[in-house]
């Protein structure tokens, strides 16, 4: 068995075993003629289960064969130009060969002894992100499994730089079209449970500052704690951006931790037309970034970026096998002083709620060296263009109501029959829509609700996706929506 350790001498096998997957996976990208296949659970649960994992087939050929029926088959590809779904992006050539790298060589970005560059790189690529947003010298920050951890931390540190024990005077601001992270972090963050404040939106689905500010007073009012507030740039429905610079202003009123969750509108800070979107941001306290959305990364790389390096020390824990305090001295950054300690190592773990992880940071540097940043930001201008060419297709088209305009390259839309129908109805031949597509397999949309009311969305991230692509899944879903309302009055009539 030692024939499958990746060693000195197994590197010719490697190479074969990897170059055979490379070419199966190269295979089927340029041969898949659908984002899915419309497999059902039903369908593929068998498959699976009929595998015995203590049979081994034993090589890589025969393991090949057989995830081609468990998975390959009838995965969901979401370099499909009309996969339209959720936000998950077509990745870059140079980020899947970083990937390919960093599994081989398996680098653990926790302590310096057990990645050595891999540390810098790291650092280096928060020191570039930090430096796109405009967070100033002390700026710190690391990278995360995605944007729910970094939302937990960011709202760790403003918990912990609060100055109060008394968890049930917390309060978070948040617009009501925030990540649902922000309620499972206070959760578990142990704040109460109506610790979040939800902020109402505007039409344009951005928060209302002027009724942030009447909440913020009411919380000091009633001698609570403004914990934090958190600006979305860009909300995962509709990618609108809350008024950052307004935001700022009342944070630093308030005396409250200002968190940018920029999960999604993050492909801006690499923008060369767009970056203005997210003036504002350069003033916060602590920023998520998730460069698996819009820096067209796989899955996964994300970081959590903050004004102040020092906050990261609620994050600092100590082992004596990893990371022994006097080390650990050494390596702290506070306040920008390099320590004249002989033993400057630096452990990123110091900064990290995770211990062993993942070199991910390897993806965003392969892309920023073979691309640079600018060719990553075409392609999210290239995506925001064709959000409002689908949004102007929407608006000229009598059988959908679309919701607002695109920030970013979200669209909710939804399908309204020309005759008079029930809301109700129309809901359900929205949701039939959406099913009867997927089950299809021709494209992959999303759903959301919007007023309690079923609605659908596209998330564009793909550049290869057409305004034709657009109009043709939209005539798709006119025709699965009319089928299930001609269908549903035959039924009523007999
Ligand atoms: C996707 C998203 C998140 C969560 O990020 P994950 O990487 O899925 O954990 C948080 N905030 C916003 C605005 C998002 O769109």
């Not at 190269?26 to 699976?48: C, E, I, N, Q, Y």
Request: net charge negative; hydrophobic share 40%; charged share 20%.
């Amino acid at each position: 068995m030692r024939s499958h350790l990746l060693n000195d001498t197994t590197a010719e096998s490697y190479r074969r075993s990897v170059t055979e997957g490379v070419e199966r996976v190269a295979r089927k990208l340029a041969t898949t003629r659908s984002p899915f296949t419309g497999v059902t659970p039903a369908d593929l649960t068998p498959v699976v289960d009929a595998v015995d994992l203590d049979r081994p087939l034993g090589d890589a050929s025969a393991a090949l064969d057989e995830l081609e029926s468990v998975y390959l088959r009838d995965a969901v590809y979401f370099h499909h130009p009309r996969y339209l779904g959720h936000l998950n992006c077509p990745v870059v050539i140079p980020a899947v060969l970083g990937e390919a790298v960093l599994s081989a060589v398996n680098s653990s970005l926790d302590t310096w002894d057990q990645s050595a560059g891999g540390t810098l790189i790291e650092r280096k690529l928060i020191d570039w992100t930090a430096g796109r947003i405009g967070l100033g010298p002390l700026a710190d920050g690391v990278f995360t499994s995605g944007g729910t951890q970094s939302n937990l931390q960011a709202l760790l540190l403003a918990r912990e730089e609060a100055g109060t024990t008394d968890l049930t005077k917390l309060r978070i601001f948040s617009s009501e079209c925030s990540h649902f992270s922000v309620q499972k972090s206070a959760r578990l963050l142990g704040l109460g449970r109506d610790a979040v404040v939800s902020v109402p939106v505007d039409r344009t689905k951005r928060m209302q500052s002027v009724v942030l500010a009447a909440e913020l007073e009411a919380c000091r009012a009633e001698g609570l704690i403004p914990m934090a507030i958190v600006a979305t740039a860009g909300t995962t429905d509709f990618g609108s951006i809350d008024p950052l610079p307004e935001i700022a202003a009342l944070a630093a009123e308030y005396g409250a931790w200002m968190h940018v969750d920029a999960a999604y509108g993050c492909g801006l800070l690499a923008s060369p037309t767009r970056r203005h979107l997210l003036d504002g941001i350069e003033r916060a306290d602590s920023v998520t970034v998730d460069y698996h959305k819009s820096f067209f990364q796989p899955v996964s790389s994300s970081a959590v970026l903050v004004r102040d390096g020092a906050t990261l020390r609620h994050a600092t824990y100590h082992a004596d096998y990893l990371n022994p305090l006097p080390q650990a001295l050494g390596s702290a950054r506070a306040g920008g002083t390099p320590s004249t300690l002989a033993e400057q190592i630096p452990n990123q773990v110091d900064k990290s709620l995770q211990t062993t992880r993942r070199f991910d940071a390897l993806k965003l540097w392969m892309t920023l060296r073979v691309m640079g940043a600018d060719g990553v930001g075409e392609l999210f201008d290239e995506v925001c263009d064709l959000a409002r060419e689908g949004f102007e297709l929407l608006a000229a088209d009598p059988r959908y109501d679309v919701v607002v305009e695109p920030q970013l390259s979200t669209l909710v839309y939804r399908y309204v029959p020309e005759a008079a129908t029930s809301p109700a109805e129309i809901d359900r031949a929205n949701l039939h829509a959406r099913k009867a597509l997927f089950a299809s397999g021709e494209a992959v949309v999303a759903g959301t609700k919007v007023d309690g009311r079923q609605y659908l969305k596209f998330t564009l991230l793909n550049p290869e996706t057409t305004p034709a692509d657009i109009a043709a899944v939209l005539d798709l879903i006119a025709g699965h929506a009319e089928q299930y309302l001609g269908e549903t009055l035959v039924h009523a009539a007999s």
